[in-house]
């Protein structure tokens, strides 16, 4: 079993930066796909980016791509995602979220095995 924890949110103005970190348990961590997704008040979960077991692939949803970066540190057994340039819309929960299937990076929510708590981001215009 995994466990993850986020970290890094806050209130911020629009335009600028936070980095998102997402801490995990367990010494399989390098088998996992990682993603982050996020969830607005009374909105649907979705997909943000994710990155493959190596990190050598990435994908992003249209919405972020160019102003946020995924990355991760397998010996760190962590995961992290970069919001630059950030909008009143960027405003959420963003949750980061592992998989175990071994396949490509997948952008469905029933695809994750195991969730982190959350970690709030506030963006004020």
């Known amino acids: 079993q995994v466990q993850l924890v986020e970290s890094g949110g806050g209130l911020v103005q629009a335009g600028g930066s936070l980095r998102l970190s997402c801490a995990a348990s367990?010494?399989?961590?390098?088998?996992?796909?990682m993603a982050w997704f996020r969830q607005a008040p009374g909105k649907e979960r979705e997909f943000v980016a994710g990155?493959?077991?190596?990190?050598?692939?990435?994908r992003y949803a249209n919405s972020v791509k160019g102003r946020f970066t995924i990355s991760r540190d397998n010996f760190k057994n962590a995961a992290y995602l970069q919001l630059n340039t950030l909008k009143p819309e960027d405003t959420a929960v963003y949750y980061c979220?592992?998989?175990?299937?071994?396949?490509?990076?997948?952008?469905?929510?029933?695809?994750?095995?195991?969730w982190g708590q959350g970690t709030q981001v506030t963006v004020s215009s």
């Open positions: 979220a592992s998989d175990r299937s071994g396949l490509g990076i997948r952008s469905s929510v029933v695809a994750y095995d195991y």
């Open positions: 367990g010494r399989t961590f390098s088998g996992y796909n």
């Open positions: 990155i493959s077991r190596s990190g050598s692939s990435t």
